[in-house]
Nanobody, 120 residues
């Protein structure tokens, strides 16, 4: 079964940077879109950034110009470089991937989440 494992969260001061990573593992699968969502306390989960298999990207307006999503398809890994972090970026960040396993239809997978805390 496919699993998504995130790393790279933590505590940082406002204006600082963090880099999140998410690696997909399992047997015999192909990945379509990968990306990141986040959920702050008391708020709904929201899209941060996505990247298609052809590396077309999409960003939330709130992170444009500060965050960069990238993929290493050979490693089945997606990254999120977060610069100029703000306290309002504080949230649990979830990795997302749309994956097709052998002989199956594509389905959505989620990581367990990694906490990002930005102090003012």
């Amino acid at each position: 079964q496919v699993q998504l494992v995130e790393s790279g969260g933590g505590l940082v001061q406002a204006g600082g940077s963090l880099r999140l990573s998410c690696a997909a593992s399992g047997r015999a699968f192909s990945i379509n879109t990968m990306g990141w969502y986040r959920q702050a306390p008391g708020k709904q989960r929201e899209l941060v950034a996505t990247s298609t298999s052809s590396s077309s990207t999409n960003y939330a307006d709130s992170v444009k110009g500060r965050f960069t999503i990238s993929r290493d398809n050979a490693k089945n890994t997606v990254y999120l470089q977060m610069n100029s972090l703000k306290p309002e970026d504080t949230a649990v960040y979830y990795c997302y991937a749309n994956i097709r396993e052998s002989f199956s239809h594509p389905r959505d997978y989620w990581g367990r989440g990694t906490q990002v805390t930005v102090s003012s």
